[in-house]
């Protein structure tokens, strides 16, 4: 059965560093999102991507943060300057119609 | 603003109760999705059910069952007959018409032997 994979499992950073999560979405899929959900804490939505550009982001999606599809497999969340607050685990999703298929999440730790 | 509301933090129950997770959503989309999904120790999140605003039959899968009350904004899910493997969190989830999902905070279900 087709899953939508994600790595690394666990990234630990230095507060201030770059970081870059990645995803590979199911093939067929035309939806990527990103959602983090901080330890204990509810699942958040980041943003969404479809034909190439982002079509919905919320409030956490700042400055900071950027999305790509590098190449026709690939999905990329990446943080630009880490922060304390940005531990998380960050899950990755891709959907054809309304139900999202997630991945395993990418824990992200920063110190 | 669209919101989801799952008012127990947390639920303990012995194996072979039944016990209900309560949802109550908010939203002026006239057409939406609804969903639960389970987060089990190891943290993934596993899709269980999904349901859209035009259809409130209720269902049922195997011990799962889940109520859709479109007059109480409510999407409650049932377990029937507990087992320890469903100790889990789980979370109920919006979809709207922008096609992100907004999750409620979760309901930690401990099943006790």
């Known amino acids: 059965e087709p899953e939508v994979t994600q790595t690394p499992s666990h990234q630990v950073t230095q507060m201030g560093q770059e970081v870059i999560l990645r995803c590979v979405p199911i093939?067929?899929?035309?939806?990527f999102y990103w959602y983090r959900q901080i330890l204990g804490q509810k699942v958040e939505f980041l943003v969404s991507?479809?034909?190439?550009?982002?079509?919905?982001k919320s409030e956490i999606f700042d400055d900071q943060f950027s999305v790509e599809r590098p190449d026709g497999s690939n999905f990329t969340l990446k943080i630009r300057s880490t922060k304390l607050e940005d531990s998380a685990m960050y899950f990755c999703?891709?959907?054809?119609?309304?139900?999202?298929?997630f991945g395993p999440g990418t824990r992200l730790t920063v110190l | 603003a669209q919101k989801v509301t799952q008012a127990q933090t947390e639920i303990s129950v012995v194996e072979k109760e039944d016990v209900t997770l309560d949802c109550v959503y908010e939203?002026?989309?006239?057409?939406?999705?609804l969903f639960w999904y389970k987060q089990p120790p190891s943290g993934e999140l596993v899709f269980l059910i999904r349901r859209n605003s035009f259809d409130e039959q209720n269902e049922i899968s195997g011990r799962y069952s889940w109520n859709f009350q479109k007059s109480t904004s409510s999407f409650n899910f049932t377990i029937t007959a507990s087992q320890v493997v469903d100790s889990a969190v789980y979370f109920c989830?919006?979809?709207?018409?922008?096609?992100?999902?907004?999750f409620g905070k979760g309901t930690k279900l401990s099943v006790k032997p």
């Open positions: 989830a919006l979809g709207g018409s922008q096609g992100n999902l907004i």
């Open positions: 939203t002026r989309d006239t057409t939406y999705y």
């Open positions: 999703a891709s959907s054809e119609a309304e139900e999202q298929f």
């Open positions: 093939s067929n899929h035309l939806y």
């Open positions: 991507f479809y034909n190439n550009e982002i079509s919905e």
